[in-house]
């Protein structure tokens, strides 16, 4: 599972929108674009190393 700190680091949030965009990719060019892709019930998830984050889960906080 990622990390809070790790995922500071890899995403930014937007509250107004509700969108996660890329601060950090091994992609060229997709720093600044909205993360991840809408599955087909609607749902958005993104994927971060190899593992898929669904993007309206609440996670735990961290200790």
């Known amino acids: 599972m990622i990390t809070h700190a790790e995922l500071l680091e890899r995403l930014h949030y ?3 929108t509700g969108l996660f965009t890329w601060l950090v ?3 060229p060019g997709w720093v ?3 993360a ?3 599955h087909s019930q609607g749902y958005w998830h993104i994927r971060i190393r190899g593992h898929l984050y669904l993007a309206h889960q609440s ?3 961290p200790p």
Do not use: E
Request: aromatic share 6%; proline share 13%; no cysteine.
């Open 59 to 61: 996670y735990p906080q």
């Open 32 to 34: 600044g674009k909205i």
């Open 14 to 16: 937007d509250p107004l």
């Open 36 to 38: 991840g892709s809408q």
């Open 25 to 27: 990719s091994s992609r």
